[in-house]
């Protein structure tokens, strides 16, 4: 057990609606991060918050957005679903920038 | 961009006996951190091992020791003493010291014989 939670475990909805993941880093941590998993396009960082700022994006999409809160835990918020959408989404978490990040159970989001 | 490539798709091994992973990254940088992290059929990702750039000596971590050579650009994973828990899908990963997120290799899926 990393410390990293995230609910739900398994999503499954239609095409065109919005879910919401959330995420809670491990006690102490400041950093999270967020990962998609798929079978085509493998393990791709989307983005990163620290202390409540928003501090690098990656390949995320305009139709996905995050935030982190006062307490440190994040959602991913995910809208007008595509199939493609359908993948394994994974937050993760450090004390900071430059140390190892613990990963969650991960997401199982199935868009269909 | 920082590339990861995992050149070995999938590996096999009898258990007790030891298994090398390939890895090898692209950069410019000569700041950086390397890692291997592991994902079991459960499907998490457990970190495995971590190596930072200026560090010469090679990690280790139990039976699990990587073979570091930065001007090559080589980060191999060697798992001594196989065990049947050790079967999972492992993945390479790259992370720059000023830009704090991983990038991964496609992973080499590691099958434990007994």
């Known amino acids: 057990d990393s410390g990293v939670t995230q609910t739900p475990k398994h999503l499954i909805t239609a095409t065109g609606q919005r879910v919401t993941l959330r995420c809670s880093p491990r006690?102490?941590?400041?950093?999270v991060y967020w990962y998609q998993q798929s079978l085509d396009q493998g393990l791709q960082f989307l983005i990163q918050?620290?202390?409540?700022?928003?501090?690098a994006k990656g390949n995320i999409l305009e139709r996905f957005s995050a935030q982190q809160f006062p307490d440190l835990h994040s959602e991913l918020n995910l809208s007008s679903l595509e199939l493609g959408d359908s993948a394994l989404y994974f937050c993760?978490?450090?004390?900071?920038?430059?140390?190892?990040?613990?990963f969650g159970p991960g997401t199982r989001l199935t868009v269909l | 961009a920082q590339t990861v490539t995992q050149s070995q798709p999938e590996m096999s091994v009898q258990e007790a006996e030891t298994v090398t992973l390939s890895c090898t990254y692209d950069?410019?940088?000569?700041?950086?951190?390397l890692f291997w992290y592991k994902q079991p059929p459960s499907r998490q990702m457990i970190l495995v091992i971590r190596q930072e750039a200026y560090k010469q000596q090679n990690a280790t971590e139990n039976r699990f020791s990587v073979n570091f050579q930065k001007a090559a650009k080589s980060f191999s994973l060697k798992i001594s003493d196989s065990q049947l828990g050790d079967t999972a899908m492992y993945f390479c990963?790259?992370?720059?010291?000023?830009?704090?997120?991983?990038?991964f290799g496609a992973g080499t899926t590691v099958t434990v014989r007994a």
């Open positions: 990963a790259f992370m720059n010291h000023n830009d704090y997120k991983l990038s």
């Open positions: 993760a978490s450090s004390a900071g920038g430059r140390d190892t990040q613990y």
């Open positions: 006690s102490g941590d400041l950093s």
């Open positions: 918050y620290y202390n409540g700022e928003e501090r």
């Open positions: 950069t410019s940088e000569s700041n950086y951190y």
